[in-house]
């Protein structure tokens, strides 16, 4: 079975000649590469294989709201996915579910696929896998809620699964607890959203090392990278492991 490798730079790198020369590191089929907006024109003008996308979209289409950039704005610049729900957009910039609603909605509308990112911070998961579980369906219901509100139509939903915990902490998630979490994030995908071929990827301190224990696992379609992303020599030993 064909796995993803999703590579999510967050603000990397510094400069347009880094960002190309990562993306000719990257450009492999199967693989998606969610670059800096500024970078995306000339990154998908030298990308031949792997797909594009943008770390965050703004719900609105047009107006008074400076600096945001829209789902059609990033599409027309050679976006076809875009994150939603970044842990780092919740926390740092204070997303919330009916933000991040909205943002599916508008990304659904202009034509982009969607990588929603969910997860649950270390206070929950320290309770337990029940309580991580209820954590995750509850902000799956609200992050979604507007596709079925609005009744739309959605083909390429993939969800990645993201303990904040493990978020460039270097501690993952154990595979085998990830890989149950995305059959339990399957079951709620396929009964809200009628998407019985939702695609879910484990995120969190994914490396060259341990990219094989995730990718092994059946119920895991692929692997949301950060930090190992932009590092050159840890990219290409990560990259060997592309489908
Ligand atoms: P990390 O980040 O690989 O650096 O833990 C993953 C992510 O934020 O998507």
Redesign the pocket.
Known sequence: MVKIIAL?W?LNPGTRKEALALARLSDERNVMLFVPSVFLRDVAGSVKRAALGVQNIFWETHGAFTGEISASMAKSAGAAWTLVG?S?RRKYFGETDEEVAKKIRAGIRAGLKIVLCVGEPWSVRKKGIASARSFVKNQLEKDLSDIKNFKLKIKNLVV?Y?PVW???TGKSDAPEESAVMALFIKEILNAKCQTPNAKVLY????NSKNIADFLNLKGIDGV?????SVKREELKRTLRHVS
């Open positions: 999510n967050k970044h780092e990645a993201e493990a978020i460039g995120g969190g301190s994914v949301l990278i950060g930090g190992a």
